[in-house]
DNA sequence: GTCTATACGACGATAGAC
DNA sequence: GTCTATCGTCGTATAGAC
C-alpha cells in the first residue's frame, strides 16, 4: 500500500538481484520474530522491533502497512519453512523408503528446525492461541498444510503396520509434534548437540521410556 | 498493602468462613488466569481481568497491588496446585508401589490437571517464556520444586531399571513433560474424555510408537 | 529509504463518592 | 468493597523533512 518501487534493481546480472530494500524487509521480519518469541504477540513493540532491525520505529511503515502485517509475515514463514524443511528432509530419502523411516526423518527434521531457527521457525508454533481470532484464521489454514503432510506419513505407517495402530492418528501425531514442539521451551542450558537431541527424541518416541519388557500396556 | 480486614467474618461456625473478600479474589485470580491463556502476559488487560470476574477495573487495586500482582499469584498456584495434584496421586498409590507406577501415576495425573483446569494450572506452563524477568525469576523457584519431584521420579525408576537410562534424565523429564504440556495447546475438537487421552499418553511415553520389534533403536 | 516530530488512543493506576 | 471519574504514560500510526 506504501511502496511502489517503480524499477527493479538496475542489474540482475550480479549474484542475487535483491530489490535494495527487500533486504531490510527480511531483516526486519527476522527481528519481529526474535521479539515475538520473547514476548508474546502484544508484547512485541515496533520500537523493539525496530531496534532489533537496527532503525527506528517510523521507518517500519515504509515496508509493512502496520503491525500486524508483520506479524503476519512472520507466521506466514514460519509454518510454510517448517513444512518445506520436513518435506525435503523426507523426499531426500532412496526412493523405496520404508514408511517408518520417512516418519523418522520428519522427526528429526522438525527438531531440527526448532534448535536451528528458533527465532524465525518456532514462532508461530508458539504463539498460535494467543492471536487475535483474526490473524489466527488466516494462519489456521497454513499450519493444516502441515497437519495434513504429517497425517499422511502416520496413517501410511500405521497401514503397513509399522508403527502402532492402535492409537488414533491425529492424537498420535499432536503428541508427537507436541513432544518436539516444546522443546522451543527448554531453557538453553538443558538442550544439547541437535544430533544428539534428535537421537534422543527418536528413541523415546519410537521405542518409549520403558526398559524392554517391563511395559504392561493393558491396564 | 492496601486491605486491613480488622475482623475476620464474624461466625466461623457455617461451613468454610470465607472472609467475605476472599472470595472475590479467588474470583479474580480465576479470571485473570483465564485471561493469561488465551491473551498471554502482555495481552492481559485490566479491563478484561475485571469483566470476566464481573467488576470494574479499578475494583481490582482494593484485592491487589498492581497487574504484575496479580499475575504473581496465579502463576503461584499454577505450578504448586500441579505439584500437589501430582504428588497426591503418587502417595495415593500402595505403599510399596513400583517406581515404574509411581512415574505412571505421575505422568497421568500431570495430563489430569492440564485437561481439567485448563486456566489456572497451565498457566504457569505457558507464560513461562514471555515473562519479563523479574517475574520469571522468582517463578522459576517454584517450578524448579516441580522439576526436582520428577526428577526423584525419574532417576530412582532410572537406577532400578525399569525405564531405559541410556537417556539423560534431564532431557527424559522435559521430553515427556513436554509432551503432556503441549496438550493445552490442542484445539478443543481434538482433545478427547480425560482417561482415554490419559491412556493413549502413557502407551506413547511407555511403549513408543514402533509396533513390536520394528524398532531400529541403532542408526 | 530512513529519520524526527507529533496526533491520537489505550491501558495502568489513583482519588474520592457511595 | 465496588463504583465512576481522571491523570499520566506508552505505543501505534501519520506527516513531512532529509
Same mark, same amino acid.
Given at each position: ?65 502496520? #503491525?500486524? @502485517? &508483520?506479524?503476519?509475515?512472520? *507466521? $506466514?514463514?514460519? =509454518?510454510? /519453512?517448517? %513444512?518445506?524443511? +520436513? ?76 508403527? #502402532?495402530? @492402535? &492409537?488414533?492418528?491425529?492424537? *498420535? $501425531?499432536?503428541? =508427537?509434534? /507436541?513432544? %518436539?514442539?516444546? +522443546? ?36
Amino acid at each position: 500500500m506504501a511502496a511502489n518501487p517503480t524499477a527493479r534493481p538496475a542489474r540482475s546480472a550480479g549474484r542475487r538481484a535483491l530489490p535494495k530494500s527487500e533486504a531490510t524487509r527480511e531483516r526486519i521480519i527476522a527481528a519481529a520474530a526474535h521479539v515475538l518469541v520473547e514476548r508474546g504477540y502484544a508484547g512485541t513493540k515496533l520500537s523493539d522491533i525496530a531496534e532489533q532491525a537496527g532503525l527506528q520505529a517510523g521507518s517500519l511503515y515504509y515496508h509493512f502497512d502496520d #503491525r500486524d @502485517d &508483520i506479524v503476519d509475515q512472520v *507466521l $506466514r514463514r514460519s =509454518v510454510r /519453512g517448517i %513444512l518445506q524443511r +520436513v518435506r525435503s528432509a523426507v523426499e531426500a530419502l532412496p526412493a523405496g523408503a520404508r514408511s517408518f523411516d520417512r516418519l523418522r526423518a520428519a522427526i528429526v527434521a522438525h527438531l531440527e528446525v526448532i534448535l536451528e531457527s528458533s527465532d524465525v521457525s518456532s514462532a508461530g508454533l508458539r504463539l498460535m492461541s494467543q492471536l487475535p481470532p483474526e490473524i489466527q484464521r488466516r494462519y489456521r489454514r497454513i499450519q493444516r498444510d502441515y497437519g495434513d503432510y504429517w497425517h499422511g506419513l502416520i496413517t501410511t505407517a500405521q497401514q503397513d503396520g509399522s508403527i #502402532r495402530a @492402535d &492409537i488414533d492418528p491425529v492424537r *498420535l $501425531r499432536l503428541f =508427537v509434534i /507436541g513432544q %518436539l514442539n516444546w +522443546v522451543a521451551e527448554w531453557p538453553r542450558p538443558t538442550r544439547g548437540p541437535i544430533d544428539e537431541m534428535a537421537g534422543d527424541a527418536l528413541a523415546i518416541i519410537t521405542d518409549g521410556i520403558a526398559s524392554g519388557a517391563t511395559t504392561g500396556r493393558s491396564e
